[in-house]
């Protein structure tokens, strides 16, 4: 019977690679061919990906869908890690971009004083930064300038994944807001009401209308936002809430949004990052 052991591990393997595949398939048919305008120079980008927190099951997603921008728009090269190791100020001296990926709570993993002023420095000099979903569950109270930097503090998720839910454009000609069709639409994500969020510190490109929905959150106004950018010193932040479920990361749209903020963020993108006034 030996001799078919090695037939029967392999057939069990089919279906696990089958999936593997399928997934990166779907995430491939999706990404843009091209970047939104030419790099005006070639950018390096560090992603960070480990969870101190929380661990999102889309973390090896949003992994393998920032990798296949990399190769297929050639708007920027990337090196992945989950490590801290080369978050000090020679690290990351190599690089034009952080991106933290669903990273919750990087108070703990970043705790070290080198460690932050090494992080918020790099952007404050005039570098990048890029957030995705749960990169905003962290900071406060332990590292309020993480908080103040990339805009806000996870405070709860009233708008659950698996609901579909209804969205605005808070600012239709944002160029970072081109993939989208329409100025409303409707999606299926987890989204966030945030703490520490100061609508004046930054321009809000996509919001949640919460009064078109069954769920109460925490702001007095309605306003919550989930894509942003802002300046940061000589810097430039793009963050979104978006992207806890797997789909996000395989949805044409989104990954035309995201790629739009990356490069909005690097400089190669122009837009405003003024705040503009909640609309009514």
């Not at 090196?79 to 991106?99: E, P, R, V």
């Not at 007095?220 to 806890?244: A, E, L, M, Q």
């Amino acid at each position: 019977m030996k001799p078919f052991l090695p037939i029967l591990l392999s057939l069990c393997l089919v279906p696990c690679l089958a999936f593997a595949d399928d997934e990166l398939k779907k995430i491939s048919e999706a990404m843009p061919s091209v970047p939104s305008v030419k790099p005006k120079k070639s950018h390096n980008i560090l992603v960070y990906s480990h969870p101190s927190g929380f661990k999102h099951s889309s973390i090896p997603t949003g992994v393998k869908a920032l990798r296949e921008m990399a190769r297929k728009t050639q708007a920027f090269t990337a090196d992945f890690t989950l490590k801290t190791d080369a978050f000090t100020k020679d690290g990351l001296s190599k690089y034009d971009m952080i991106i933290f990926n669903n990273c919750t709570h990087v108070q703990k993993a970043f705790s070290e004083s080198f460690q932050r002023e090494a992080i918020l420095g790099f952007i404050k000099s005039g570098k990048s930064f890029a957030g995705f979903h749960s990169a905003s569950d962290g900071g406060v109270p332990q590292w309020p300038e993480y908080t103040d930097m990339i805009g806000g503090c996870f405070a709860g998720h009233p708008w659950n994944a698996g609901g579909t839910w209804p969205f605005f454009l808070a600012d239709e000609k944002h160029p970072v807001n081109q993939g989208f069709e329409g100025r409303e639409f409707q999606f299926s994500d987890e989204i966030y009401q945030y703490k520490g969020y100061d609508r004046s510190k930054l321009r809000v490109l996509v919001g949640l209308d919460s009064l078109k929905t069954d769920k109460k959150g925490n702001s007095k106004t309605n306003d919550y936002p989930v894509s942003w950018v802002r300046s940061y010193g000589k810097g430039r932040i793009f963050y979104s809430n978006f992207g806890h479920n797997k789909a996000t990361w395989w949805t044409p749209f989104m990954l035309q949004h995201f790629l739009d903020g990356i490069q909005w963020a690097l400089g190669d993108l122009k837009g405003p990052s003024d705040s503009i006034p909640q609309s009514n």
